[in-house]
C-alpha cells in the first residue's frame, strides 16, 4: 500500500491543488500552491546530491580501473572540478567573484563552444535531407531554399520578393502543420495528465 | 464558486471538466475492449532496434531528455520513462547492454526503478549495473550533450531510442549516433526539434504519437480507451477551427467569443 496507493493519493491532492489554484486563484488555493512548490524544491535539492554520489562512484570506478591512461585522468579531472566547484558555491556563495570566475571563465566559453558546434551538425543533416530523390524531398529542398533566400540580405537586395515568400511560409504553410501539431501535442497532455491524476498512469512511480 | 474564476478561465475550466468526463467514459467502453490502436511503425522497429543490438553485441542507447517532473515537459518525460520501461524490459529479456544516461535528478531514482523491476522481472537483476549504465552526467544542456557524444563516439551503440523532451541538443545526438552507425527511433513534443528528428533518424515519433506509446506498447485497454478519447477531442478541435474560420470570416465573432470567455 505504502508504496503505490499513498503516492498515488499524494499525486491526486497535489495535482488538485495545481488546478484549483489555476482556476480559483483565492489566497488559500496560493499559498498551498507555493508551499508544494517549495517542497518540491526541497526534495529536488535532496536529488541534486544523488547524482553527485552517482558521478563519484562512475568516475571513481573508472578511474581506478580504466585501462587508457586518458580515462583516468578526465576522470578525475571531473571529480575535482566537481569539488572545487561545489566547495567555492557552497562557502562563498555563488555570487561571488571565485564563483563567477569559474563560471564565467570555465563554464560559459565551453558551453558557447558546444552551442556553436551545432551549426556543423545541422549543416551535415541539411546534406543528408536536401537531396531531390522523391517528390517530397525535392518540394522540401525547394521550400528551403527559399527560406534560405528570404533570410540572407544578399537576396533581399536583389529581389525583395524573396522575403514576402518566405514570409507567406512560415505564416501558411509552416504554422498550419505546427498549430496541427502542438493541439495534439495539447490533448495528448491534458489526457495523460488526467490519466495521472485518477491514478490510471504510474510510469512516474518507478514502476508500471 | 464560478465568480472567482478569473476572466479567461470560465471556457477553458469547463472544457476541463468535459474532457475529464468524456476521457472516462472513453476508458470505461476501452475496458469492454471496444478499440483498437492504428500501426505506429516507430513503436514497433523498436524491437528490431534491440535485436540489432543483441546480433551486433554493442549496447542500446536509451535517452528520455533533460525534462523534468516539475516543468511543462514533465507529460513527455513520462512517455520517455514508459519507452525506456519497454527498452529495458526487451534488453533484459534479449540479453542487449542498455545504456541510458541520466540529466534530471529528479527522474533518474525512478528511471532507476524501472530499468531494476524490468531485470528483476527477467530474473537477471545481477546483469545491471545501474551505475554504469544509467550513469547521471550533467544537469546542464550542453555538458550533458557532450558527454553523450563522447559516450556514442567510443561506445558505438547498434541503435538509439531518444523519447521525450529535447532542445538544441537533439541535432547533435541525432547527428552524432548516425555518423556511428546507430539504428534510431526518435521521437519529441518539442516541434522545433521535430525536422531535425524527422531529418537523421530512421522513424520518428511526431508530437502526440509518444503520449500513445505506453498505451500501445503496454496494450492496456485503460490506456488505450483514453487515446480514443484523444481522437474525439482532436475531432472537435478541427469542427471548432473549421466553423470558427467560417464565422470569423463572415464577420461573426461566436466562436472566438466564447473561448477567449
Redesign the interface.
Known sequence: MYKREIPLLITFLSGMVA?LE?????DATKNAFTVL?NW?IV??AF??G??AV??F??YG?RFRKAPNPVDRVFSIWLLVLLVITALVGVSLSSASDQYQWIYNSI?LP??AT??A??CF??T???Y??LRAKTLDSTLLLITAFLVILGNTPLSAAIWKGFFSWRMWIFDVIVSGA?RG?????G??????????L?G??T?????? | ?VW???EG?LT??IT?IL??II??IS?YYGKKGKFSVRRIPGLDKIEEAVGRAVEMGKPIFDIIGMG???SVY??QT??G??VL?YVSKLCAEKGAKLIAP?AA??V???????VR?SYAEAGKLDELDV??QL??LS?????W??GIIGMAARLKPAANVMIGPFW?ES??F???F??VGAYQVAGT?R?YQ?P?F???ADYVL???E???A?AYL?KDP??IG??F??DV??LI?ILLSVIGAILSTAGVKVIVDVLSK
Request: no cysteine; hydrophobic share 50%.
Open positions: 488546478v489555476y482556476y480559483f486563484p483565492t512548490k518540491g526534495i529536488a536529488a541534486l544523488f547524482g552517482n558521478l562512484i562512475v570506478r563554464y565551453l558551453g558546444m552551442y558546434s551545432l551538425y545541422m551535415a543533416g541539411a543528408k535531407v505546427y501539431i502542438r493541439i495534439g501535442v490533448i495528448g497532455s491534458i489526457v495523460l495528465g488526467i490519466r495521472t485518477l490510471m498512469e510510469g512516474y512511480l518507478g514502476r508500471r | 464558486m472567482l474564476i478569473p478561465r477553458p475550466f476541463l474532457m475529464w476521457t472516462l476508458i523534468s517532473f516539475t514533465a507529460p513520462v512517455a520513462l514508459s520501461g541520466q535528478v529528479d533518474m531514482p525512478v528511471a532507476v526503478e524501472i523491476q551505475d554504469e550513469p547521471y544537469g546542464t544542456q550542453f555538458a550533450a557532450s538544441a541535432m547533435m541525432a547527428e552524432t548516425a555518423r513534443a516541434l521535430l531535425f524527422a531529418a537523421v511526431i508530437g502526440e509518444i503520449f500513445a505506453d503496454t485503460v490506456k483514453s487515446l478519447s484523444q477531442y482532436k478541435a
